[in-house]
Nanobody
Framework: QVQLVESGGGLVQAGDSLRLSCAAS????????MAWFRQAPGKEREFVAS?????YYADSVKGRFTISRDNAKNMVYLQMNSLKPEDTAVYYC?????????????????????WGQGAQVTVSS
């Protein structure tokens, strides 16, 4: 069982940076694939980034966002630079106990077993 708690959300202006953190409880954190998803108002939850054996990014954030993890602290981060108003969403941390080596599968919501409660990120223009 893994519990995830996000923090670091807030209101920023376009062009600013923000770092989200996700604290994970439970054993064998280093063996989990970790990911960030986001959900904007009126839209479906979408993949943002994932890290495990390989790291993947959504095209919309590639070059601006960086996912990283500290296995010693059971933490995963999402560094978001050059934020845009369209990045406004609730950001969710997710964990998968499965060994996901396929890029397409690693981007699917159904591949992840555990979810955090979400952190609001609002980017004003």
């Amino acid at each position: 069982q893994v519990q995830l708690v996000e923090s670091g959300g807030g209101l920023v202006q376009a062009g600013d940076s923000l770092r989200l953190s996700c604290a994970a409880s439970g054993r064998a954190f280093s063996s989990y694939r970790m990911a960030w998803f986001r959900q904007a108002p009126g839209k479906e939850r979408e993949f943002v980034a994932s890290t495990g054996l390989n790291t993947y990014y959504a095209d919309s954030v590639k070059g601006r966002f960086t996912i990283s993890r500290d296995n010693a602290k059971n933490m995963v981060y999402l560094q978001m630079n050059s934020l845009k108003p369209e990045d406004t969403a609730v950001y969710y941390c997710a964990a998968s106990s499965r060994f996901l080596t396929n890029s397409a599968v690693a981007r699917m919501l159904s591949s992840y077993d555990y979810w955090g409660q979400g952190a609001q990120v609002t980017v004003s223009s």
